[in-house]
């Protein structure tokens, strides 16, 4: 039997990396493997994805995992995006592992026809390693419920993180938290069956335009695209430390800033995307982070 798994995750959260530690904790488990990512710009907190493959036989497909076994969200806010729709395509009697401090019913009210598994991955991250890096406790978590071997999974960890480069702390603090994450959890016996119908396609209406540009303007692409949704972390200033340097203003990569009429600094929360540079370069620190709620 195939196990087919889907991650999506958000970029910079470690997607790619848990798609590799899975797959090579299958292969450390005896199993055929496939695991390779998608993505496309590369930015930080735009929405990602990547898949893995198991088998006991050999695997002969091939391509993207339309219909997997196991979907693996590393964000519970790509639920209510249309554009990930991550749980598209996840087989009847399938798995949905999902990182979320919210009950099943909350992430998973949609399909009533899957198992929703919901684990707090990020606040175990930052217990562990200090910064949301989700690789190896989704990994973790996705071998628990197919069955993987807690043994194989920690080879799989240490292997792959430390082809990355990371640290010997950095390892070590890793092999934690996915120990932590498997422990938490139970295997299941998956039994799936593939969804009837075929792959919505999205259609996308050009606009041309006399100045030599076009704009794409379906919802949810180009300039109607909003990246508030992204931030794992919520930037704030606090105006009685601020004296109004404009260094916050000059550093945002992403224009999220804005002087308003009253000469202060007002951050656009519909495309702030939480990367806290804002905060690095505040010389009085008046700018603070707070964990977003994910799910709304």
């Known amino acids: 039997m195939i196990v087919r798994v889907r991650f999506h ?26 695991d390779f990512p998608v993505y496309g710009a590369e930015r930080r907190g735009a929405p990602v994805a990547s898949f893995t493959r198991f088998s006991d036989e050999e695997i002969t497909e091939r391509g993207f995992i339309f219909s997997p076994d196991v979907v693996a969200v590393m964000d519970d806010s790509l639920i209510v995006d249309p554009l990930a729709n991550p ?15 919210k009950g099943a019913d909350a992430v ?12 707090a991955l990020t606040e175990q991250a930052l217990k ?7 690789s190896a406790g989704i990994a973790a978590a996705v071998a628990r419920v197919s069955g993987i071997k807690e043994e194989s999974l920690l080879a799989g960890v240490d292997e792959e993180l430390r082809e990355v480069g990371l640290s010997e702390d950095m390892v070590k603090r890793n092999l934690e938290f996915a120990k932590s994450i498997y ?21 996308l209406a050009l606009v041309v335009s006399g100045e030599g540009t076009e704009d794409v303007t379906r919802t949810g692409n180009s300039t109607v695209r909003h990246t508030g949704n992204w931030r794992t972390f919520r930037p704030a200033i606090d105006y009685e430390k601020c004296t109004d340097c404009m260094i916050c203003y000059a550093y945002c990569p992403e224009s999220a800033m ?11 929360y ?11 370069e505040c010389p009085l620190r008046a700018i603070s982070q707070t964990r977003e709620g994910g799910l709304q």
């Open 9 to 34: 995750g958000r970029g910079g959260q470690g997607a790619k990396t848990a798609s590799r530690i899975l797959g090579t904790a299958a292969f450390n488990a005896g199993h055929f493997i496939q």
């Open 87 to 101: 749980l598209a395509g996840l087989r009847k009697g399938g798995c949905a592992v999902i990182n979320t401090t």
């Open 108 to 119: 998973g009210g949609a399909r009533k026809d899957v198992v929703v598994v919901p684990v």
């Open 128 to 134: 562990f390693l200090g910064k949301p890096v989700l």
């Open 183 to 203: 422990g938490e959890l139970a295997p299941l016996k998956l039994k799936t069956e593939e969804l009837p119908g075929k792959e919505e396609l999205v259609p």
């Open 258 to 268: 804005s002087v308003g009429s009253d000469g202060r600094v007002k951050i656009d």
């Open 270 to 280: 519909d495309n702030c995307k939480g990367c806290m540079i804002c905060l690095t």
